[in-house]
T-cell receptor
Framework: GQQVMQIPQYQHVQEGEDFTTYCNSSTTLSNIQWYKQRPGGHPVFLIQ?????EVKKQKRLTFQFGEAKKNSSLHITATQTTDVGTYFC????????????FGKGTHLIIQP | IAGITQAPTSQILAAGRRMTLRCTQDMRHNAMYWYRQDLGLGLRLIHY???????GKGEVPDGYSVSRANTDDFPLTLASAVPSQTSVYFCASSVIAGANEQFFGPGTRLTVL
């Protein structure tokens, strides 16, 4: 079945440094979604990418979808303490019937 | 109710007991999902439902069953709980299966002893 791999598992940064998490799928995706989960909370949708090579920005967050639609990245510029949490990518291979396949997430830890 | 709710918030259960986790959404979403979240393993899909009256198996369905009698409710039942089912369970919904963002409930923390 479809597998979605996400690296790194953990990332420690100093406040103000940049952060990037990478996601790779074993199959071509129809779309990819990104979620954020704060400690003790539930996953919250951030964005969906659909087109090959697509780049979307949300303030300090930049999301990219690879040309082959098998990989994606999330980059945060100048991290803040509010960015703490786990970031998940989730891929959909197009069948739709069985929902999303989530990566294992990247835990972002920020040291002030 | 606003969004998606789950009950109970947490539960400690003896092994061998039957348990039903409840999930209700008021957004009239067609698709609903159950995930379990374990440290280091991320979110794994247990069961899903594309629309009322239909259900399907996800990645880790063994030991769990679901029903979807109406649009709003999607209960998850553990027929005979085992310690390996200790986890945080999230219910989620989306307008349609796969193509839309998923809205997650607050989760149920289940401990099986």
């Amino acid at each position: 079945g479809q597998q979605v791999m996400q690296i790194p598992q953990y990332q420690h940064v100093q406040e103000g440094e940049d952060f990037t998490t990478y996601c790779n799928s074993s199959t071509t995706l129809s779309n990819i979604q990104w979620y954020k989960q704060r400690p003790g909370g539930h996953p919250v949708f951030l964005i969906q990418l659909v087109k090959s090579g697509e780049v979307k920005k949300q303030k300090r967050l930049t999301f990219q979808f690879g040309e082959a639609k098998k990989n994606s990245s999330l980059h945060i510029t100048a991290t803040q303490t509010t960015d703490v949490g786990t970031y998940f990518c989730a891929g959909n291979s197009g069948g739709g019937a069985d929902g999303l396949t989530f990566g294992k997430g990247t835990h972002l830890i920020i040291q002030p | 109710i606003a969004g998606i709710t789950q009950a109970p918030t947490s539960q400690i259960l003896a092994a061998g007991r039957r348990m039903t986790l409840r999930c209700t959404q008021d957004m009239r979403h067609n698709a609903m999902y159950w995930y379990r979240q374990d440290l280091g393993l991320g979110l794994r899909l247990i069961h899903y439902s594309n629309t009322a009256g239909t259900t399907g198996k996800g990645e880790v369905p063994d030991g769990y069953s679901v029903s979807r009698a109406n649009t709003d409710d999607f209960p998850l039942t553990l027929a005979s709980a085992v310690p390996s089912q200790t986890s945080v369970y999230f219910c989620a919904s989306s307008v349609i299966a796969g193509a839309n963002e998923q809205f997650f409930g607050p989760g149920t923390r289940l401990t099986v002893l």
